[in-house]
């Protein structure tokens, strides 16, 4: 009985041996695989994450690298981060995240930096020489002697040392440009400091001649130069000049360098009276036909013809002290069609309708004293007679007169007439 109750006990503990080894094994296969999966999910992972290049070297200036340039193999869900920022102009270390859009893990974000290198000196182009001159304000910067550079990054243009420019006298200035990456550049420009002491010159001052009402130009042929002013300033004194009354007026043109030296040039100007455009000789012929078509006939005399005209220019003809006209068609265009003007329009506008009928006739001129006066000689055959068509201050008509009775009338009223007999012929 002890034996068999013995084998019943060693039966038992064999089955509980082989029952006990079988919930120990479930679980340590289950870990086995679990651990198995996470591995290769390691591997998978450190196999896929190794795709970013730890360091990207760029030369400054160069295109900015596309994302793939950091990419160990061709991935297309690939991104840059928001924060990842780069200057390709500006040398540097920039830290800079790949997202890297993963199955099963999802975005990872994979670092990597792009080092921007500048190797390469700047390229400076400088004036040829430089001139400065003591009256200039501000002495130059360096960069006023350099009209190009070529970097791919920021430049800093200075002096190689301090120069003296209120010195005049020639010598070297030595520029030098220096990058962003501590690469410099040196040139050399040769200046000269100037002190300015010869005046501009002016050119093309002359007598101007207008007319009253015209525009006046007074600098339209007037040009001004200097040794090393560009552009001199140019004055013009006016202030004596009225541009309303006939006369004749000094102009002063005064022309200033940049050194403050002064030049000057004088002359004058000559108002007229106003010239109309429309008084031209056919115009002004055509208008006194029109008026002789009226008051003459063909049949009458010449000296009969010659009385017409003056009554009519008495008549019609307003005087004007203010409405002169020096020049023959301007004068007669105004007694013609304004019908006013003083002794120059009347006389002028007399003397072109006797030319229009063919009468012999001069300009005479009064001794000029406090006022001048002008009338005219007429000749019809008869010899040189006086013909003065202005109705005189106490009404008398001065037609046809002899020399003898313009004397004694000119000698009686303050010398209305007084004339050189020299300048003319015998008057009857």
Same mark, same amino acid.
């Given at each position: ?52 290049? *730890? ?22 869900? +690939? ?8 200057? #390709? =102009? +500006? ?47 501000? #002495? ?19 002096? =190689? ?6 010195? +005049? ?55 001004? #130069? ?10 013009? $004194? ?33 108002? *007229? ?52 006209? $020096? ?38 001129? *009064? ?26 201050? $106490? ?27 020299? *300048? ?5």
């Amino acid at each position: 009985m002890k034996n068999e109750s013995t084998d019943i006990k060693r039966r038992n503990r064999r089955r509980k041996g082989k029952a006990g080894r079988k919930r120990i094994l479930i679980p340590g296969i289950i870990a086995g695989i679990l651990a198995a999966i996470g591995f290769g999910l390691f591997v998978y992972y450190e196999e896929k994450t190794d795709l970013v290049y *730890k360091e990207v070297w760029l030369e400054a200036g160069s295109e900015a690298p596309d994302i793939t340039e950091f990419l160990k193999r061709p991935e297309e869900k +690939v991104t840059f981060s928001k924060d990842s920022t780069f200057d #390709t =102009a +500006v040398p540097g270390e920039y830290k800079l995240t790949i997202n890297y859009k993963m199955p099963i893990f999802g975005t990872v974000g994979l670092p990597t930096t792009l080092h921007i290198t500048d190797t390469v000196a700047p390229e400076v182009t400088t004036v040829e020489s430089y001139r400065f001159f003591t009256f200039q304000k501000e #002495t130059p910067e360096a960069s006023d002697l350099v009209t190009a550079v070529k970097d791919a990054t920021k430049c800093e243009v200075a002096y =190689a040392k301090d120069y003296d420019f209120t010195k +005049v006298g020639a010598f070297d200035v030595e520029i030098q440009v220096t990058d962003l990456g501590g690469n410099t550049t040196k040139a050399t420009v040769p200046c000269e400091v100037i002190e300015d002491t010869k005046a501009p010159t002016i050119e093309g001052v002359a007598p101007l001649a207008y007319c009253q009402g015209d525009t006046i130009s007074y600098t339209a042929e007037v040009t001004v #130069t200097d040794d090393y002013d560009e552009h001199p300033s140019l004055e013009v $004194d006016t202030s004596k000049v009225n541009p309303d009354k006939r006369g004749i007026y000094p102009i002063t043109y005064t022309a200033t360098d940049a050194a403050g030296n002064e030049a000057t040039a004088e002359t004058t100007i000559q108002i *007229k009276s106003m010239i109309i455009a429309a008084a031209t000789p056919d115009t002004v012929n055509g208008m006194a036909d029109a008026v002789l078509a009226e008051i003459t006939t063909p049949d009458m005399s010449q000296l009969d013809q010659a009385k017409a005209v003056y009554d009519w220019v008495v008549d019609n003809i307003t005087y004007s002290e203010s409405a002169g006209i $020096d020049d023959l068609y301007s004068a007669a265009y105004r007694g013609l069609y304004n019908r006013v003007g003083d002794c120059t329009v009347k006389q002028k506008t007399a003397e072109v309708m006797l030319n229009r009928l063919g009468i012999k006739n001069m300009e005479i001129e *009064k001794i000029r004293d406090t006022r001048g006066h002008y009338w005219l000689l007429i000749d019809v055959g008869e010899g040189w007679y006086h013909y003065d068509p202005n109705l005189q201050l $106490d009404g008398t008509t001065i037609f046809y007169w002899h020399d003898a009775d313009l004397w004694e009338y000119s000698n009686t009223h303050h010398n209305t007439h007084n004339y050189d007999p020299s *300048k003319y012929p015998t008057i009857q």
